[in-house]
């Protein structure tokens, strides 16, 4: 599976980030999707032993964006535009889980994407639909400054 870039100070990937997740991406070609497994920790919950709900939102945000990168140049970033995100039962802090996203359909200058979080057994704790479209000129302006941090780190 061929790993995906990561920044430096983004919240999910952000390898500089003191208080990020600091999630890895690998893409499966054959499944078409994207993976990331991780770990949230307790000081990230909501409730006791519970991941916070903008946490769950946030991880499914970015395994949306990482799902249409599989086969695009690394560079050619999309942007949410809705977010809708379905909790299907409480996901746990302190756990093994891990993130899968895939292409529904693109079109024009825009995406539906899909995402899920799991548990080691394959239960589904949360689920996602999200419409991306191309980021904005005024995007990439900013992004001239951090597109030297945008790599694979080992």
Request: proline share 6%.
């Amino acid at each position: 599976m061929r790993k995906q870039p990561n920044s430096r100070m983004c919240f999910i990937c952000g390898r500089q980030n003191p208080v990020g997740l600091r999630l890895d991406f690998y893409e499966d070609h054959d499944a078409g999707q994207v993976r990331a497994e991780f770990v949230v920790p307790d000081h990230f919950q909501g409730y006791p032993g519970v991941i916070h709900g903008g946490i769950v939102a946030a991880v499914l945000d970015e395994i949306s964006g990482r799902a249409i990168m599989i086969g695009r140049p690394d560079d050619e970033l999309m942007a949410t535009l809705r977010l809708t995100v379905r909790y299907r039962r409480p996901t746990p802090t302190e756990t093994p889980l891990t993130g899968v996203g895939w292409v529904e359909r693109v079109g024009g200058r825009g995406a539906r994407v899909a995402g899920e979080i799991r548990l080691a057994d394959g239960t589904v704790t949360a689920e996602c639909e999200t419409l991306l479209a191309d980021v904005p000129d005024s995007f990439r302006v900013g992004w001239e400054d951090e597109v030297q941090y945008w790599k694979v780190y080992e």
